[in-house]
């Protein structure tokens, strides 16, 4: 067994105009660790269960890779959703993400990569133990949440994947289908479908990158991004992409959905930065949910959301203010 120190991310930390609000402006106009160590000890954990819905899941907690403030309770972080897909209220994925079939569910592997095709999901988790970790999510709306997520490493899994010399960067694509998902058959909607995603490939394969397919324990809520999402914990919200249907390894920096919609508003980086605003509001602090009008619990915003430790040397020598 070895200790390593607890990283400094994993210590307790010391008038937004929603995403949406952009949208409805554009329709107006236009109509490690000792207990990692344990990972090998055989019969500890079983092997990973299939992602049934609604159940518990084993795992290994990762105290390493959590943080102690308290969480967000379990109300708040399955019913204030962004899933555009399902509607731009923050209400609306709880109430109709439920119209979304998970099971059986499939991912497409394509690109700069030794093992491209289709893959059944349980394909891809099975070689895996569950992990939970603790990650604080900063919406680049300016609120917070503590979220216990279950899931796996992302460069365990993109690893199997085996990217080649080319594959300078990851792509990630949501489901688009109108059937399941009412916000994709409204005509009001600005997003150009499906929500796609992406990353250098050093940041995928940094330690702090997560694909979840549960929180607090059990099967991911449909509304969090069931069966599959990605969490990046450095990086503003809208980069963890929910309900995965493609990965694409490729030489050309991949176009995303922000950034596409508002250049000047989202960047392909969208590291969580306190000291470069969004045009329409400051990123200096942010609302830890459960906030109220009466306890609205703001607390400051720190540089890549606290995780600088593991993720500043990705950016060294880049200007962040020009790759926001
Ligand atoms: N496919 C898809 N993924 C998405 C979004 C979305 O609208 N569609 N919203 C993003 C945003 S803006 C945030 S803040 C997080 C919210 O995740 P949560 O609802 O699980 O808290 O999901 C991100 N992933
Ligand atoms: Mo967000």
């Given at each position: ?7 400094s ?60 403030e ?20 923050k ?52 609120w917070?949440?503590v ?66 397919v ?29 309900s ?54 703001w ?17 060294k ?8």
């Amino acid at each position: 067994m070895f200790i390593k120190k607890r990283p400094s991310w994993a210590l307790p930390s010391c008038e937004i105009t929603p995403e949406s609000a952009y949208l409805n402006r554009r329709q107006f106009m236009s109509g490690t660790i000792a207990v990692a160590a344990g990972l090998s000890i055989p019969g500890l954990v079983s092997a990973a269960q299939l992602p049934v819905p609604g159940e518990a899941l084993d795992f290994v907690a990762m105290p390493g890779y959590s943080t102690d403030e308290e969480k967000t309770p379990l109300e708040d972080v399955t019913q204030y959703n962004n899933f555009y897909e399902f509607g731009t209220g923050k209400g609306d994925p709880a109430r109709y993400a439920n119209e979304m079939t998970v099971d059986p569910w499939s991912v497409v592997v394509e690109g700069e990569c030794g093992r491209p095709g289709k893959y059944a999901l349980e394909d891809i988790l099975k070689p895996h133990e569950y992990q939970e970790r603790v990650y604080r999510l900063r919406c680049v709306e300016a609120w917070s949440m503590v979220i216990p997520w279950i899931g796996v490493p992302l460069a365990d899994v993109l690893q199997k994947f085996e990217p080649n010399l080319r594959a300078r960067y990851v792509y990630f694509e949501t489901l688009y289908d109108p059937d399941q998902m009412r916000g994709q058959r409204s005509l009001f909607s600005t997003i150009d479908w499906p929500y796609q995603e992406g990353l250098r490939m050093d940041e995928a394969m940094n330690e702090l990158g997560f694909l979840a397919v549960g929180l607090y324990g059990k099967t991911m809520p449909n509304q969090n991004g069931a069966p599959i999402r990605l969490v990046l914990p450095w990086k503003y919200g809208f980069k963890s992409i929910k309900s995965i249907v493609k990965i694409r390894f490729q030489e050309q920096r991949p176009k995303t959905t922000w950034e596409m919609i508002a250049p000047q508003e989202y960047g392909f980086y969208a590291n969580v930065n306190p000291e470069v605003d969004h045009p329409r509001w400051s990123q200096k602090r942010e609302r830890r949910l459960p906030s109220g009008l009466l306890s609205p619990n703001w607390m400051e915003t720190e540089k890549f959301n606290g995780y600088a430790e593991q993720v500043a040397h990705l950016y060294k020598g880049m200007d962040l203010r020009k790759y926001y």
